[in-house]
């Protein structure tokens, strides 16, 4: 087995090498072919080559994506042939890196920010050894669980390093702010991360009083990857115990037609993940530019052809039924005859941006209508128009939203 992996990682790295050098000779000879257009009778011959370089650097582009982010099955190397899926893949990877952009600015100031001293605190022990940071707060003061997100492949925004600074901010606002460290893995899918989650609650609802923090003022606050992974972890409980509770078969029941499609979730066979870890009662939610549609984001992702790239469907599924059952939107549209609201938050803020082209606020309007179906007692949308995916996270500080919600 390890002689296979080291087999397949040289053979990953050697591909990813050449198509790195060729991304970096296509981009050089491109710009001499541009020059060469200046020069006279030398610029007739120009054209062909040009757009044999072109075309060199939109594959080498491509393959390079996958290869960093599609390639994380060990002897299985996908690169895309046909041109229209390469030219989609660039597209992605621009808007990419558009987004990177601002994420290296932050990232730079969380380096040069310091923690707190009430940082590095085992929560989970003796399970694993990941830690928290705690931001304390005068005493009952409100809580908020600043969840780190992820986005592949820049590993430093799943680490709660690189939310210092806006932890600090929020806790300059007088809350008490928790970030966690979160495991964020593609082998043990997303039960890895629901278990972590679930870690992190259950340590700050007995241990938060001692940092300044009311324990009957928690909530989570959630980005992208990280709202999803928020949402799922109570609409997971709140489906489970509704149905435990009313002793409803629901395998027969088909969802309303809001949701993407005719797929509905079997509720029979959703379980609790690590239930002996007891979740305190939350207060609320904030849930930024998530993702809670499963099988709509993925239909999006393919659209853009980045299905391939994406962490969704590797850790929500890959399977149908995985996705379906790590799918918000489908459980609380396969359950919206027994759920229970009182096993859910009563508090809910969802923030959309209208100018996001990673999740679109499709996924926040649904959300909005399905709560306030189920029975919560408070569900507000704050939805700004111009905003895209990362802006409404770095900013949230500052968000008259989140004050006036936080009670």
């Known amino acids: 087995m390890n002689s296979h992996a080291s087999i397949w990682a040289a053979a990953r790295g050697t591909l990813l090498a050449g198509s790195l050098t060729a991304v970096v000779w296509s981009a050089l000879v491109f ?3 541009m020059i060469a257009l200046l020069v006279p009778i030398v610029h007739l011959f120009v054209p062909p080559f040009a757009i044999a370089t072109a075309a060199a650097f939109i594959y080498s582009v491509s393959w390079t994506a996958y290869l960093l982010c599609g390639c994380e099955s060990h002897g299985h190397i996908f690169l895309p042939l046909a041109p229209y899926r390469c030219i989609l893949v660039c597209r992605a990877v621009y808007e990419y890196l558009k987004a990177s952009v601002s994420l290296i600015q932050y990232a730079i100031t969380a380096i040069r920010s310091h923690p707190p001293e009430t940082s590095n605190i085992k929560y989970a022990m003796p399970f694993h050894r990941r830690t928290l940071d705690v931001y304390p707060a005068a005493n ?12 592949h492949p820049i590993y430093i925004t799943g680490s709660k390093r690189a939310y210092v600074p806006l932890a600090q901010k929020l806790n300059q606002n007088g809350y008490c702010v928790v970030v966690p460290d979160i495991r964020y893995s593609t082998d043990q899918r997303l039960r890895r991360a629901i278990i972590d989650l679930r870690l992190v609650l259950s340590w700050v609802g007995a241990h938060i009083e001692g940092y300044g923090g009311a324990s009957n003022r928690i909530y989570t606050l959630g980005h ?3 709202a999803h992974l928020a ?4 609409v997971q409980e709140a489906a489970v115990l509704s149905q435990g509770l009313n002793g409803y078969d629901l395998s027969s029941s088909r969802p309303p037609s809001a949701v993407l499609g005719d797929t509905s979730v079997d509720i029979n066979a959703l379980e609790i993940y690590a239930a002996q870890i007891r979740l305190p009662q939350l207060r609320g939610l904030v849930l930024i ?6 099988i709509k984001a993925y239909h999006n992702e393919t659209t853009r052809g980045v299905e391939r790239l994406s962490l969704l469907r590797r850790m929500a599924g890959p399977s149908l039924t995985k996705c379906l059952q790590h799918s918000p939107a489908h459980i609380l549209a396969s359950a919206y005859k027994i759920l229970d609201h009182h096993f859910l938050p009563s508090r ?20 909005h209508t399905q709560l306030e179906e189920a029975g919560v007692e408070t569900v507000e949308l704050c939805a700004v128009r111009s905003a895209g995916h990362l802006d409404l996270l770095t900013s ?12």
């Open 289 to 294: 530019s998530g993702v809670y549609d499963v």
């Open 396 to 407: 949230v500080h500052d968000s008259a939203a989140l004050s006036d919600f936080i009670v």
């Open 348 to 367: 809910v803020l969802i923030m959309h941006g209208g100018n996001d082209h990673v999740s679109s606020i499709d996924h926040a309007t649904l959300l």
């Open 31 to 33: 710009a001499l072919l």
């Open 140 to 151: 009952g003061a409100p809580v908020i669980v600043l969840v780190p997100s992820f986005m």
């Open 224 to 226: 992208g990857l990280s």
């Open 231 to 234: 949402l799922i972890t109570v």
